[in-house]
């Protein structure tokens, strides 16, 4: 049986080699760092978090929880590293972002049928490809992906929030608590009164931003839209997005406070937080000058700050089916972000369908169908042909998975009655043999 070749280790990437090998498909997995970098990357590891390091919420009443409940029923390499390296986060899973990629790295290094290749990917060689080279895949893969796909021009932005120093936060001035008091008190919140938030805004809105060639705001995916975007579009936006105090009493008042800052966890040693929310593209000195602004932050020691790169997505309602191949050739297929999920668990997804649908192909099996009425499924569906009008990135959402065909009092309700629908089908799905990955070690 001849190997596949998964170009990139990215969650994609790493997730879909992991799904091949412990089926019995050899693979040889090509990945450019640290020979190469990005800008936006700076560890050696795979599966490197470069934005967040939440993986969102972990409920079955939110999408992306139910699609986390899916994966980790079918083996996934990338919900088992996040769930070993979790640091507290409320309600939703959020991970030490090294001890999580060393943990992927070393299962994948330790795989018997995975060959590692430290390399770029310069070239799609022939046979059995996945691309999963992400939206910052270097210029000579990129060249060649646009050769296969003339629809591949639909550019976006992604921003980057800061990181700062818990010890350099001014506790005196914030306070410790979880959203409506949620699970434990994870978040650090930093509270600023009316005269403080309109100076604050008033300086974010006029700060200088660093040159990004080509920069659109309307080519920010809504999810990462930078901070002082956000702020262009009214002096309130902020208080009901990133800045919304809602659910949030400070313990020194019993009230909540005009605007508050989170502040979370970024590494298992609670040393680190990141600003939720903050992702932006001012200059550095900007940062430092408009976010220390906030008084809990007055004195902040910033360990990184925030960054502004490209993301380059594909048109793939034109170019893949619903199981990412590309439809004009079939043994190529492509994974993450790149295809328009949006999303660190939508992107590990994706590689996971793909790793098992080729999988499939090589062993001689049946397809591997997940049904709309899965998240993993409705994403493939969504992206080979479910969006209407200009095609645009995805987060998974109960909107795209079929519905009940029957009414469920309360938003909940209905929610939690779809997941129960979807995890008793993957539970289906396991009987079939391509999915029992034991068998195919």
């Not at 008091?181 to 660093?210: I, Q």
């Not at 990462?224 to 990133?242: I, K, N, Q, S």
């Not at 993993?376 to 990135?393: H, M, R, T």
Request: glycine share 8%; aromatic share 8%; hydrophobic share 40%.
């Amino acid at each position: 049986m001849e190997k596949v070749t998964v170009l990139g280790a990215g969650l994609a990437g790493s997730e879909a080699a992991w799904q091949l090998a412990r089926r019995g498909v050899s693979v040889r997995l090509v990945e450019m760092k640290p020979e190469k970098m990005t800008p936006a990357h700076k560890s050696e590891y795979f599966a490197e978090l470069v934005c967040s390091n939440s993986l969102r919420s972990d409920e079955l009443s939110n999408a992306v929880g139910l699609l986390k409940a899916e994966m980790r029923r079918m083996g996934s390499l990338i919900m088992a590293a996040a769930d070993q390296n979790r640091v507290a986060a409320g309600g939703a899973l959020a991970v030490d972002r090294e001890g999580f990629a060393r943990c992927v790295t070393e299962k994948l290094e330790a795989q018997e049928n995975i060959e590692i290749v430290r390399a770029e990917a310069t070239e799609i060689p022939e046979g059995e490809v996945i691309v999963a080279t992400g939206p910052l895949s270097s210029d000579a893969i990129a060249e060649k992906i646009a050769a296969l796909c003339p629809d591949s021009d639909l550019h976006f932005y992604d921003a980057v929030a800061p990181i700062v120093t818990l010890e350099s936060v001014d506790m005196e001035s914030a306070f410790f608590a979880s959203r409506y008091d949620k699970g434990t008190a994870d978040y650090v919140n930093c509270p600023m009164d009316r005269d403080e938030y309109l100076a604050f805004v008033r300086e974010l809105v006029s700060a200088k931003e660093a040159g990004v060639h080509g920069f659109d705001d309307a080519g920010v995916f809504e999810g990462c839209m930078p901070v002082e975007v956000m702020a262009r579009r009214g002096v309130d936006t902020l208080r009901y997005g990133p800045l919304k105090p809602v659910g949030l009493r400070d313990p020194r008042t019993g009230r909540e406070n005009y605007a508050v800052v989170q502040l979370r966890r970024d590494n298992a040693d609670g040393t680190i937080y990141n600003m939720v929310g903050f992702q932006t593209h001012l200059t550095w000195g900007e940062q430092r000058r408009v976010f220390s602004m906030i008084p809990a932050l007055r004195n902040a020691e910033f360990v990184r700050y925030g960054v502004m790169h490209r993301n380059t997505y594909l048109n793939s309602p034109k170019l893949l089916d619903r199981y990412y191949r590309l439809r004009t050739q079939p043994r190529i297929s492509f994974a993450g972000q790149m295809t328009g999920v949006e999303g660190y668990v939508e992107s590990a997804a994706s590689g996971m369908l793909v790793g098992i649908e080729t999988a499939a192909r090589m062993l001689g099996l049946p397809p591997a169908d997940f049904p709309q009425e899965t998240a993993i499924g409705a994403l493939g569906l969504y992206i080979s042909g479910g969006s209407v009008g200009e095609f645009q990135p995805m987060n998974i959402n109960f909107g795209i998975i079929s519905p009940l065909g029957y009414r469920v009092k309360g938003k909940r309700n209905k929610n939690a009655e779809i997941s129960k629908r979807s995890l008793e089908i993957i539970e289906s799905l396991q009987e079939k043999e391509i999915f029992r990955y034991e068998d195919h070690r």
